[in-house]
């Protein structure tokens, strides 16, 4: 890798073990080996590198999550219930979120700063779309250029939101977090009118 590359990931690293708000450009620079006018040449800054650090290291964590066969496949009837498909993502991205907690935290904090920081807010809005196409073109089990703009505005701010909601609520309350089946249940609940407990 050149310094570019090894900058970013020094970043990426730092972003893990020390935060956002509490990395230092010499920080970086001692975990990446590369030197502090390095950053300046290959990001301007080093508040513009954090900032590609925070958003290379999301699509990384949204990529690793497994893809459950898509609708059609051998392991997957097409007749398959959507919500078994959604409570079978669900819990892999849960699997993660308990497994994966400086990650989380660092996800956190960033949210945390986005009212007071206008460029950061700026880089994450800018790839948010993306995200939210992304995030249906796992639940649906489609390749991401299936996904129309309104599925991915729509139906994408939603799965956005639960996933962030999720974040928040893992590190505030772990014990009480849901399966994959208590928000497919959840779901149910709030589109068919079933009553948990009804009729006991």
């Known amino acids: 890798m050149g310094h570019r590359e090894d900058l970013l990931e020094g970043a990426k690293r730092c972003l893990l073990e020390k ?10 620079v001692a975990a990446s080996g590369a030197n502090l006018a390095s950053i300046g040449y290959h990001y ?6 954090m900032r590609q650090a925070v958003i290379a290291s999301t699509e990384e964590w949204g ?3 497994a893809q459950v066969p898509a609708s059609g496949d051998e392991a997957e009837p097409a007749d398959a219930d959507p919500l078994e498909r959604f409570a079978a993502v669900w819990d892999q991205f849960l699997q993660r979120i308990a497994t994966e907690r ?3 935290a660092a996800q956190v904090e960033v949210l945390g700063l986005l009212p007071r920081d206008a460029a950061l807010r700026e ?8 995200g939210g196409e992304g995030l249906v073109a796992v639940f649906e089990g489609v390749p991401d250029t299936e ?14 939101a639960l996933l ?3 974040m928040v609520q893992s590190l505030l309350t772990p014990e009480t977090m849901p399966s994959g089946h ?3 249940t959840a779901l149910r609940r709030v589109t068919a009118g079933e009553v948990l407990g009804k009729g006991k």
């Open 182 to 184: 208590d928000l497919a």
């Open 19 to 28: 935060g956002y708000a509490g990395t230092t450009a010499r920080d970086i």
């Open 164 to 166: 962030t909601g999720l």
């Open 123 to 130: 880089a994450i809005g800018e790839v948010l779309p993306e």
């Open 102 to 104: 400086e990650f989380i």
């Open 63 to 65: 990529a690793g999550v």
């Open 147 to 160: 996904v129309d703009a309104e599925a991915a505005r729509v139906v994408g701010s939603f799965y956005q």
């Open 44 to 49: 301007g800054s080093k508040d513009a590198l």
